[in-house]
């Protein structure tokens, strides 16, 4: 490629403003759809705006209203509820897979693969398959029944105090095998001379297992948490295929409630509220994990 | 998993964010747990019970019963489908169909009413693949560029800049809904499938920028430093040196991207609820709204049209769509 001085020039200085130029409408796009929406939505949680988004300060009015909505604090329960046992389950379930799986498992690939099919479902679809299986006449009930356990109920689907839960068992279905992924990797990871070292130490293999192997994930952890968290805390899909919210608002979550006051039942304000509240939790969430995660990898 | 403003990214190896200080820490795309076996990792476990038969047995009755859980729904689903209604009420959801009958597949394709319309999932279906193949095009190809730029060519600020565009994966996207349903009647795209492909590539570029940014950043300086002095420009380094080592990456961005809008419910329920609705919106009507006699078969079999773009990938490129998802599964 010889060129002459000036084309050398002219090509240096397209070098110097191309990169930019590329990337610019990218950022234009995220300065717009991402910083600028969210100022908006932010915007119009201090507006009156009901049917038609208006745009008159009117203060805390829409914050105040929630936080008066008895619906609004079942939902956020309802988080609370599936949050914690979503993410604890999932932990659990995904962290003894993992460790089972490290042990030198003949077709260890075709399991893999069967723990990790969930996760490429949409929500809806293993939430129309679970609201089957759960059916309280059809599903696991009659399977029960059949086996010769004749008063064996299963209605949670139906019943209001407990259809959160059908909820946490669809949900740990389908993520808790992305979480076996993610512990297995990093128990892989593991330099070998850590546990050779505690072998001829004469530790046990479940003492190094407790005392060293799973100890050192922590940083794993702190990723995994951190994704189930924003899982749960943005869970819309599975919720409506599985239970719509109900029996009656039993099983609403933020997301469910944000959805329906801003789309369906003409409350723009309380919408955008409840959205500037699911951020608020988001960044009250992440920003500690994401802290405490960078910190544990630093440490390792 | 925010390193600092400097270095950010979600990183894949070992599935921890721990790309320090300097640029050449390998923040790659590579899942040490998911090569394939025979590969180090295949051995590298520690056997808990290395001559118990006893527990080597335990062990494998617990890693099977994991297996059938994982893959009871997928059964009943399938058997489900093939049943008449009768055959449903009969048994019970365990038990083979008497008679395997495609009689719901027929009607979830063409027939099954998802709302007022009857003319079943197809309809949706080839909406959602009009929605997901351009969406999933553009945001390849702006996060290939984009990742170049960020990668190859930074400039002053530029690290500030990407950290602000990975901001997009992290939001609830409920807190977008109510300005973006308004720009999209404004722009006169409301309810439409080219409104949902706009949604898309504005809010999926920020992960395939992370996804080729991250790839990048692995490829040898010296490499593009050794082109540029030959005199090779920006569009040229791009074309001629990276793109033909990019495969691998490129795979996983498609399908990552491929599975997540295909999967979307939020935006398809929002933005698109009409005619122009994806098919997993389609699918929570038809199972949600249907009146008159519920039709589990039918139900089952729309799901798994549904399901099957999706599967259909997992089985053949499962390898990378597992690494796609410990990269950017920040977005859930």
């Given amino acids: 490629m010889s060129a002459s001085p000036s084309q050398g020039r002219l090509s240096a200085l397209a070098d110097r403003w191309l990169p930019k130029l590329v990337l610019s409408p990218t950022l234009a796009a995220s300065l717009i759809f991402v910083y600028g929406f969210i100022a908006w939505t932010g915007w119009l949680s201090f507006t009156e705006s009901r049917l038609m988004p208006r745009y008159d300060w009117a203060g805390l009015l829409q914050y105040q209203a929630l936080f008066e909505n008895e619906r609004w604090w079942t939902a956020a329960a309802n988080l609370g509820i599936f949050g914690s046992l979503f993410i604890l389950f999932c932990l659990l379930v995904g962290l003894l897979m993992a460790v089972l799986l490290d042990q030198k498992i003949r077709a260890e690939g075709a399991l893999r693969t069967i723990y990790l099919y969930p996760m490429a479902l949409s929500f809806v679809v293993t939430g129309t398959a679970w609201k089957w299986m759960l059916n309280p006449d059809m599903g696991l009930q009659k399977v029960m029944n059949d086996l010769g356990f004749a008063n064996f109920t299963f209605d949670w689907l139906v019943n209001p105090d407990m259809s959160i839960y059908t909820v946490v068992i669809a949900g740990v279905w389908q993520s808790s095998g992305f979480v076996m992924a993610l512990f297995l990797a990093g128990l892989r990871g593991i330099d070998d001379s850590i546990i050779k070292a505690a072998q001829v130490d004469g530790a046990s293999l479940p003492t190094i297992y407790r005392r060293i192997l799973i100890p050192s994930l922590r940083p794993v952890f702190f990723s995994v948490l951190l994704i189930l968290s924003h899982i749960a805390i943005k869970s819309f899909d599975l919720v409506m295929a599985l239970t719509g919210g109900g029996p009656g608002t039993s099983s609403d979550v933020p997301a469910i409630f944000m959805y329906q006051f801003a789309f369906t039942r003409g409350q723009l304000g309380q919408g955008a509220a409840s959205a500037m509240m699911m951020l608020f939790t988001i960044v009250a969430v992440l920003v500690p994990l994401m802290y405490m995660e960078t910190r544990s990898a630093k440490r390792v | ?332």
């Fill in chain 2, 1 to 332: 998993m925010f390193n600092s403003a400097k270095n950010t990214a979600v990183q894949p190896d070992s599935g921890v964010a721990r790309c320090s200080g300097s640029r050449r820490t390998p923040c790659t795309v590579s899942t040490p747990a998911l090569r394939a076996p025979g590969s180090r990792t295949a051995q590298a476990g520690f056997v808990l019970l290395p001559n118990l038969t006893v527990g080597r047995a335990l062990v494998y009755a617990a890693l099977l019963l994991m297996a059938i859980y994982y893959l009871l729904p997928l059964y009943v689903m399938l058997t489900t489908s093939f049943k008449s209604l009768d055959d449903i009420r009969a048994g019970n959801m365990l038990s083979l169909p008497q008679a395997w009958q495609g009689g719901a597949w027929v009607k979830a394709w063409a027939e099954a009413c998802t709302g007022v319309e009857c003319n079943g999932m197809q309809g949706f279906f080839w909406n959602s693949i009009k929605m997901t193949l351009p969406a999933v095009a553009i945001s390849t190809i702006l996060g290939a560029v984009n990742g170049y730029v960020v990668s190859m060519w930074r400039f002053r600020g530029s690290d500030a800049l990407f950290t602000m565009l990975l901001v997009g994966c992290f939001i609830p996207f409920q807190v977008v809904l109510l300005p973006m349903a308004q720009v999209l009647g404004m722009l006169g795209i409301a309810n439409t499938t080219t409104g949902l492909v706009l949604v898309h590539v504005v809010y999926g570029t920020a992960f395939t920028t992370l996804f080729f940014r991250n790839f990048y950043i692995t490829v040898p300086d010296e490499l593009v430093k050794a082109a540029r002095i030959d005199g090779a420009g920006f569009w040229t380094i791009f074309l001629r040196i990276l793109l033909p080592i990019s495969g691998p990456i490129f795979v996983v961005c498609i399908i990552w991207q491929f599975t997540q809008i295909w999967n979307d419910f939020l935006f398809g329920v929002v933005f698109a609820s009409g005619e122009a609705q994806p098919i997993t919106v389609a699918l929570n009507n038809l199972v949600n709204t249907s009146t008159g006699v519920k039709e589990y078969n039918v139900d089952m079999a729309a799901a798994i049209i549904a399901a099957l773009p999706t599967l259909f990938v997992y089985m053949v490129a499962g390898r990378y769509f597992v690494r796609g998802l410990t990269a950017g599964a920040v977005k859930g």
